[in-house]
């Protein structure tokens, strides 16, 4: 059984920092590209980073860059996000998720990913 679970997510004030994590079992992690989505009330799940499995080449959401890094730990089979600088806008709910494929596609298309975490929330505060 596939299982992705998100942790990390929080309340903090505009400005602040937060990491989150995503551990995966039951599939195969060291070969997949694997990346981070975010839903907003009412919005639309948005790419926000993508990693490659073997060179960690990333794609980032423009409005993300400079700002939030993902990386991944294939022997732990953890992906990481590191939000600094967080904004109000950046509330939402966060999705690790895996893609069958090696390598990330740039436009982070939510289709192209199989397998999705529950989510965790971050809310930034002015």
């Known amino acids: 059984q596939v299982q992705l679970v998100e942790s990390g997510g929080g309340s903090v004030q505009a400005g602040g920092s937060l990491r989150l994590s995503c551990v995966v079992s039951?599939?195969?992690?060291?070969?997949?590209?694997m990346g981070w989505f975010r839903q907003a009330p009412g919005g639309e799940r948005e790419g926000v980073a993508n990693?490659?499995?073997?060179?960690?080449?990333?794609n980032y959401a423009d409005s993300v860059k400079g700002r939030f890094t993902i990386s991944r730990d294939n022997v732990q089979k953890t992906v990481y996000l590191q939000m600094t600088a967080l904004k109000i806008e950046d509330t939402a709910m966060y999705y690790c998720?895996?893609?069958?494929?090696?390598?990330?596609?740039?436009?982070?298309?939510?289709?192209?990913?199989?397998?999705w975490g529950q989510g965790t929330q971050v809310t930034v505060a002015s």
């Open positions: 990693i490659e499995p073997l060179l960690g080449s990333t």
């Open positions: 039951g599939y195969g992690f060291s070969w997949n590209c």
């Open positions: 998720a895996a893609s069958p494929m090696r390598e990330c596609r740039v436009d982070m298309e939510p289709a192209w990913y199989n397998y």
